[in-house]
Nanobody, 125 residues
Framework: VQLQASGGGLVQAGGSLRLSCAAS????????MGWFRQTPGKERTFVAA????????AYADFAKGRFTVSRDNAKSTVYLQMNSLTPEDTAVYYC???????????????????WGQGTLVTVSS
């Protein structure tokens, strides 16, 4: 499975970005796909995730109400719509995929088998 993340860039505080993650190669029928982020010197943290078929979603507390994860089955793509961005959201954002996870493990990065290359989001104040 190959994951290609895109959509990062420079945005002013209060602005929005939509990240995309396109999956290709060998696929599985009902993956869980997640978004994580990482800043220099810090651990990777969970942002949001979605279970493909059921469309169950999970969000980090900081993402609730501002970020929305969704998927497009026809395009094998998962999206992360990010609104009301703040400088604290500046990070490299990674998408990840794995066969279906139980809800309690969707936030666990170690549960994901496949990772994209990351896309940089920079929010200026």
């Amino acid at each position: 499975v190959q994951l290609q993340a895109s959509g990062g860039g420079l945005v002013q505080a209060g602005g929005s970005l939509r990240l995309s993650c396109a999956a290709s190669g060998a696929t599985f029928s009902n993956p869980t796909m997640g978004w994580f982020r990482q800043t220099p010197g810090k651990e990777r943290t969970f942002v949001a995730a979605i279970r493909w078929s059921e469309r169950n979603t999970a969000y980090a507390d900081f993402a609730k109400g501002r970020f929305t994860v969704s998927r497009d089955n026809a395009k094998s793509t998962v999206y992360l719509q990010m609104n009301s961005l703040t400088p604290e959201d500046t990070a490299v954002y990674y998408c990840a995929a794995t066969p279906r996870l139980i809800l309690s493990r969707m936030r666990d990065g170690s549960a994901y088998n496949y990772w994209g290359q990351g896309t940089l989001v920079t929010v200026s104040s």
